[in-house]
């Protein structure tokens, strides 16, 4: 059944096939029930809905259906959209003009039941690919020759605008206390608490959450806490107050923070230590990305934590196994953090020359220790800090590079056009590279990629694999971080400008934390694996995916 | 009208030379005496004259009074037709002698601010038209325009402006009284043309806080309707102020930091920006952190519009850095409560960018639009080239 599932294409064309499907997955284990009868409850309400929507000119429900379709990546109420659509839906089209004489009542309720059938399809194939893939998470994944289908969802943090996705997460918040507590327990009012958005959000980014600092989510949750760890709830405060900032130290401590975790972990009875301790870690992640939306290299470190949990063999006693764990963890650390830098270092050094005059922006740990390597190297350069409001992080490098005795200049960003004819490097760090090519980074590296480029300085971004991640995007807006906005409010000559900006109903204050920079203004990305071009991270991954 | 922002000056320094001024003014007041009406006059002006010149020196500083460029640029124009009225002189020779030498004390004590230099050509171009025009010849101002003429003309234009004319005073006042009104309805007149160029829904870019946009961006708030987007310009963050003047009209203004100036652009219509100056080449100087906004609308190929109101024209033309530029305290970049690094790292805080003409799509002026490839020929118009260098 799972050789089944790799091999063929998720066009399925036999309708007796779909229905065997149902009655088989009907049959499996007890893991389906509660995904079935929420594909049942929305059976249901789609059922509703149709006839709810009887009155409407039967166009637009024409419409709305071809819509669905060709659009999967829109944030849709239903499951995703399969491959398995199109072609009842195809039959649907061809249909729908010969029923056009045909009254309209007719013609809902016959759109209602394919609407139904559609619905356990896809049902039975989520549940079946869920079925099959924890059965065979053992096996070697499908061989990368094959494209995967796009089966992701869109991530909750960039739906704030759809109301029904925010019913979604509140639910799934609460049923998580459930689940993270076991039957025998009976605690109520203890959940995952759910931060509530601050301030008037600029309308181009209503879709994004916006918090403020002042109200930490850990505030929330009342003492003692059952649900969630300790160490997470503190990694939590951490996080929202900005005091763990910059993605290699969040994924780091958050690697730490799983050690304890696993540390203080005992298996109930009657269950597997590879099943339930995932299933533990659902809450705090949830309760994480509630304080701070995950950075990508959180999002692969869960991602291989979760592997490696859940490749535990079942016969592995406890203590044995979490001393795999934390070795498991205790050497992703140190590949892919530390060796990384050492990697990336050796690698940037040769691109350091004596005399050169090297632009670094903001506080990048990677950057900071190239630059340290090179200096005790003995390379003669000196480094140009430029910082940026409201976060004026390079100050913080600044500090750190001038223990080390190097010589450094500080400017802020404004003044960009009058340090650049002085520059012959520009090194940048980056938060995640995304697949096609775009660097994300913290807002303002794409200003100075542009105005490096505008005086022909070579651009370099340094950036460990591990950061590396699937996702595409195109510009700022579409998936993107809102800090607090009241970091943007300043007092000079005793005159606040801003201070009452709430009051004033016109006035919005946006504090973007990421921007994406083009890959033509990028010359040259180091990694721990080389020198490549920005065009080559699709590469990389497919290689670490066969690699894995 | 563009801020000047503040200065700490070099305290005993300053201190010094304003000891110096009184000093001697206080000796030029015991030297002449009291009783002649004439010297009166002269004491008076001269007074004048020097707390013009120290208002300059301490402009922007927290002692002077923050005024903006068409005020500075009044107050000269003003102080020109005194010194016409009261000083002693017999013909336009002396005239432009005296304005000449008046002319470079002032752009001495603040070479940054450019009006007050714009003023003294076009009152020294003003004195030329009135004489020509009292000489009854026709040849005003087509001197330069063509080759055969300067070749034929070899003689003529030695003209040293010694004649006496009664009425040329009357004349000159009189045309130093339009050139001020002219001033007082520039930024009317620039916002007049605002509907011309603003739709509605659009998003407009700005940074800064300049009194022209301003005006212009209120008056084509009155009948559509549109976003703003306002870059703080930090460190001085004129950019809040600017925003929550806007946001008294009724405009939807968003207020973000400098960094997030190409995060945002691809959402951006145009780009409306004030400036300090604007140069002879068509380029501007103006507040730091425009060039990078010009570069990013380049980029992604949004109309780059600069309201300038014609005084700010000034026949500069974009030097090297040392004589360009333009540096206050580092203080505002890197306080003091930061400690022991700031004795080992240079901080630099520059107050002006050069933004170079290419990049710029239109000049809007009290005298309608223009292209910066024509800033050349408005200049010639307003100012004689034996003028550009005081």
Redesign the interface.
């Known amino acids: 059944m799972g050789d089944r599932l790799t091999t063929s294409t998720l066009l399925v064309t036999e309708e007796d096939e779909k229905k065997h499907e149902i009655i088989r997955a009907k049959g499996e284990g007890k893991e389906l029930t509660k995904e079935e009868k929420q594909r049942l409850r929305k059976e249901k309400k789609q059922h509703k809905k149709n006839k709810k929507d009887d009155r409407g000119p039967p166009e637009k429900e024409k419409e709305k259906e071809k819509a669905s379709v060709p659009a999967p990546s829109k944030p849709a109420t239903q499951s995703p959209a399969h491959k398995a659509a199109p072609v009842p839906v195809n039959a649907s089209a061809s249909e729908s003009p010969v029923a056009a004489e045909k009254p309209a009542k007719s013609k809902a309720e016959l759109r209602a039941e394919r609407r139904a059938r559609q619905d356990s399809e896809r049902a039975s194939k989520q549940g079946k690919k869920e079925g099959g893939q924890q059965s065979t998470s053992s096996k070697p994944k499908a061989t990368p020759n094959e494209l995967q289908p796009v089966v992701k969802r869109l991530p909750d943090h960039v739906q704030v605008d759809d109301p029904v996705a925010l019913k979604k997460l509140a639910k799934k918040l609460e049923r998580q206390q459930k689940s993270g507590q076991g039957c025998s327990l009976n605690i109520t009012g203890v959940k995952v608490p759910l931060r509530s958005d601050y301030g008037y959000k600029?309308s181009?980014f209503s879709h994004l959450h916006q918090y403020s600092r002042k109200n930490p989510p850990t505030q929330q949750i009342s003492i003692p806490v059952t649900v969630i760890h300790p160490s997470i709830v503190r990694l939590g405060l951490q996080y929202s107050q900005g005091i763990i900032a910059g993605s290699n130290a969040r994924s780091v401590a958050l690697l730490h923070a799983f050690k304890q975790v696993i540390q203080d972990y005992s298996t109930p009875p009657n269950e597997e230590l590879s099943r339930d301790l995932v299933n533990k870690l659902s809450p705090y992640i949830s309760f994480l990305s509630q304080c701070r939306p995950l950075s990508a290299s959180m999002g692969n470190a869960i991602k291989y934590i979760k592997k490696e949990i859940s490749n535990i063999p079942s016969q592995c006693k406890e203590e044995e196994a979490k001393r795999i764990l934390q070795e498991c963890i205790d050497s992703y650390i140190n590949e892919k953090i530390i060796l990384a830098s050492e990697a990336i270092s050796k690698y940037a050094i040769e691109k350091i020359s004596d005399g050169d005059v090297i632009l670094v922006y903001g506080c990048s740990s990677l950057v900071n220790h190239i630059l340290c390597e090179a200096f005790e190297k003995q390379r003669k350069f000196r480094v140009i800090v430029v910082d940026?409001?409201?976060r004026l992080e390079g100050?913080e490098a600044?500090?750190r590079l001038?223990k080390k005795g190097i010589?450094?200049?500080?400017?802020?960003?404004?003044?960009?056009?009058?340090?650049l004819p002085e520059v012959s490097k520009v090194f940048l760090g980056a938060h995640a590279l995304l697949a096609n090519g775009y660097v994300m980074s913290?807002?303002?590296t794409?200003?100075i990629a542009?105005?490096a480029k505008?005086y022909n300085v070579p651009v370099l971004v340094c950036c460990e694999t591990y950061k590396f991640c699937e996702r595409v995007q195109t510009?700022?807006?579409v998936s993107n971080e809102l800090d607090d906005p009241d970091d943007?409010i300043?007092t000079?000559?005793g005159k606040t400008?801003?201070e009452n900006w709430q009051t004033?109903k016109?006035?919005?204050?946006?504090?973007?934390v990421y921007?994406?920079t083009p890959p033509d203004f990028v010359d040259l990305v180091i990694t721990d694996l080389g020198m490549i071009p920005c065009t080559s991270v699709p590469v990389v991954l497919r290689v670490k995916n066969v690699d894995q | 009208e563009i801020h000047e922002p503040?200065e700490v000056s070099v305290w005993f320094r300053e201190g010094s030379s304003c000891c110096q001024e009184t000093l001697a003014r206080n000796q030029r007041f015991t030297e002449t005496p009291v009783n002649m009406p004439g010297a009166d006059k002269e004491t008076d002006l001269s007074e004048r004259i020097e707390s013009f010149l120290s208002e300059l020196k301490r402009c922007g500083s927290g002692a002077g009074s923050l005024r903006g460029s068409a005020e500075t640029a009044r107050e000269t124009t003003a102080l020109l037709r005194r010194i016409t009225a009261q000083a002693r002189w017999g013909n336009a020779g002396e005239l432009m002698e005296i304005i000449r030498k008046e002319g470079r004390r002032m752009t001495a004590a603040q070479p940054s601010e450019t009006t007050v230099g714009n003023m003294i050509r076009r009152v020294l171009k003003i004195i030329r038209e009135e004489y020509a025009r009292s000489r009854g010849s026709s040849e005003e101002t087509d001197q330069q325009e063509s080759l055969h003429k300067l070749l034929t003309s070899g003689g003529s234009s030695e003209d040293n402006f010694r004649q006496h004319f009664t009425h040329l005073k009357a004349n000159v006042i009189e045309a130093i009284n339009e050139l001020l009104t002219e001033l007082e309805g520039t930024t009317d007149n620039i916002s007049m043309q605002a509907l011309e160029h603003i739709h509605s829904n659009e998003v407009i870019m700005t940074i800064g806080r300049s009194r022209t946009v301003e005006a212009f961006l209120k008056d084509a708030a009155r009948k559509r309707k549109f976003h703003v987007i306002v870059a703080?310009?930090?460190?001085?963050?004129q950019g809040?102020?600017m925003?929550?003047s806007l946001?008294k009209e009724?405009?939807?203004?968003?207020?973000?930091?400098?960094?997030?100036?190409?995060?945002?652009m691809?959402?951006v219509n145009k780009v409306i920006i004030g400036t300090q100056t604007v140069l002879a080449n068509g380029g501007l100087r103006a507040?730091?952190?425009t060039?990078?906004l010009a570069?990013?609308a380049k980029?992604h190929s949004t109309p780059l519009i600069v309201c300038a109101p014609m005084f700010k024209l000034s026949p500069q033309f974009p030097n090297e850095?040392d004589t360009f530029?333009k540096f206050v305290s580092p203080h505002e970049?890197?306080p003091f409560t930061?400690g022991e690094?700031l004795s080992?790292?240079?901080?630099?805080?520059?107050v002006f960018?050069?933004v170079p003409p290419e990049l710029i799509t239109l000049f809007i002026s009290n005298i309608g639009g223009n292209a910066p490839s024509y800033i050349y020929r408005l200049m010639s118009e307003l100012y004689h080239p034996e003028d550009h260098e005081l």
């Open positions: 600029v181009l940026s409001r409201p100050r600044l500090r001038v010589r450094c200049t500080y400017v802020l960003i404004s003044a960009l056009s009058y340090i913290r807002v303002g794409s200003q542009l105005v505008a510009d700022s807006f943007l300043v000079r000559n400008h801003l004033v016109s006035l919005g204050l946006l504090n973007l921007d994406v | 503040e703080e310009c930090a460190p001085f963050c809040h102020e925003a929550t946001c009724d405009i939807e203004t968003t207020v973000i930091p400098d960094a997030a100036i190409f995060a945002v691809s959402r507040v730091n952190g060039h990078t570069l990013a980029h850095e530029h970049v890197l930061e690094i080992k790292v240079n901080a630099h805080c520059p960018d050069y």
